[in-house]
């Protein structure tokens, strides 16, 4: 490092501090292994069917599973299952693809269950992270303020 630029870093630390924690966030995000925990993403449909996404996604060997739970007080069909009030059923989704379920509940009568593969350390897996924070985002329950 040159004496000349010390100054400059001297005066501009709080930048550089905030840049290099930013860059270890994003090495974190692409580096850190994925998994642990559940394999599940739970579906869970309310009264009036209200907030049912047409389309969820899954990761092949990291979540996997939808667990389909049904909160609206008549019985659901999704594909070939009948699930009365209040039951749940957990399925597996192992295969990498795009599947378009029966759900007459919904709006266009099918929900795409869309299994991607587990990203690789990288570009790759930040991307998904930042994809995955984007669908929690986006499917967080609407509230009014009390």
């Given at each position: 490092m040159q004496l000349s630029s010390l100054p400059l870093l001297r005066r501009h630390w709080p930048l550089a501090l905030l840049s290099s924690l930013l860059g270890l966030a994003l090495l974190w995000g692409a580096l850190w292994p994925l998994g642990g925990g559940s394999h599940e993403l739970l579906l869970e449909?309310?009264?009036?069917?209200?907030?049912?996404?047409?389309?969820?996604?899954?990761?092949?060997?990291?979540?996997?599973?939808?667990?389909?739970?049904?909160?609206?007080?008549?019985?659901?069909?999704?594909?070939?299952?009948?699930?009365?009030?209040?039951?749940?059923?957990?399925?597996?989704?192992?295969?990498?693809?795009?599947?378009?379920?029966?759900?007459?509940?919904?709006?266009?009568?099918?929900?795409?269950?869309r299994v991607v593969p587990m990203p690789s350390p990288g570009w790759e897996r930040l991307r998904w992270r930042f994809g995955n924070l984007g669908d929690a985002v986006r499917t967080l329950p609407l509230q009014g303020p009390d």
């Amino acid at each position: 490092m040159q004496l000349s630029s010390l100054p400059l870093l001297r005066r501009h630390w709080p930048l550089a501090l905030l840049s290099s924690l930013l860059g270890l966030a994003l090495l974190w995000g692409a580096l850190w292994p994925l998994g642990g925990g559940s394999h599940e993403l739970l579906l869970e449909v309310p009264p009036g069917a209200r907030g049912v996404p047409a389309e969820v996604r899954l990761t092949a060997g990291v979540r996997d599973v939808l667990l389909l739970r049904n909160r609206s007080g008549r019985p659901l069909v999704f594909g070939p299952l009948q699930l009365a009030p209040g039951a749940q059923v957990r399925l597996p989704f192992g295969e990498e693809g795009e599947q378009a379920m029966p759900m007459p509940i919904l709006q266009g009568g099918v929900l795409r269950v869309r299994v991607v593969p587990m990203p690789s350390p990288g570009w790759e897996r930040l991307r998904w992270r930042f994809g995955n924070l984007g669908d929690a985002v986006r499917t967080l329950p609407l509230q009014g303020p009390d």
